[in-house]
């Protein structure tokens, strides 16, 4: 574990500057002329991004995935990993740690930044698909029910450590790995804070409907 400590060191500085890069806040100052953070939730994600422009919403929403996907598959190289053999689980699970943490948390933006879904879902979606896959259909569901996104949101980020636990793999590293997970999805959930408030409050904007 030591000699692979230096590793994971530069693997999380280094997803977490991926992760940090707050491409919302600068597609809507560039196009725009504007701080999306003065308006909506405050939060640099897609959502609040396409309340200005729902075509920038989409970018953000795919460069925000990026950024997950580039931290762990950097991970991925920096660990020796190559096709055929078995994933280096705890090293991408660190870098998707770290670039979640980015996001929400970014230097440059004085650590306000978003809710960390999209770049969640770009970092698991290159280590685990399948779960992945699982938790979007979980979201679609909950969203079509209670038509809810941030409802959607914070069941998905619940579910996935435990449909990760039940698909991963044998692994020498999988706990750690997955208590990386866990705490991906906890940092999720509680970056949704004004939205559970809300929920319980019944004041969340539903989907389809007027902001209240």
């Known amino acids: 574990m030591d000699g692979k400590m230096p590793t994971l060191m530069v693997i999380a500085v280094a997803s977490y500057l991926l992760g940090s890069i707050p491409f919302g806040y600068l597609l809507v100052r560039i196009f725009r002329g504007e701080d999306v953070r003065q308006s909506g939730s405050g939060n640099i994600g897609a959502t609040n991004v396409s309340r200005k422009s729902p075509a920038l919403g989409a970018v953000t929403l795919g460069l925000d995935a990026l950024k ?55 970092s698991f979606l290159v280590i685990t698909p399948k779960a992945v896959l699982i938790a979007a259909v979980i979201f679609v569901l909950v969203v079509l029910v ?67």
């Open 146 to 212: 209670f038509r809810y996104v941030s409802l959607g949101s914070i069941v998905a980020a619940a579910s996935f450590p435990l449909l990760l636990l039940k698909g991963m793999p044998k692994d020498p590293n999988a706990l750690s790995a997955l208590v990386c997970t866990a705490v991906t999805s906890l940092l999720i959930i509680a970056r949704h804070h004004e939205n559970i408030r809300r929920l319980l409050g019944g004041t969340e904007n539903r989907l389809g409907g007027k902001r209240p």
């Open 68 to 122: 997950g996907t580039s931290a762990v598959m950097l991970a991925y190289r920096l660990s020796g990993g190559t096709w055929g053999r078995p994933k280096p689980y705890l090293a991408m699970a660190v870098a998707a740690l770290f670039a979640v943490v980015g996001h929400i948390f970014p230097v440059w933006l004085r650590f306000r930044g978003g809710k960390g879904v999209a770049t969640a879902l770009g």
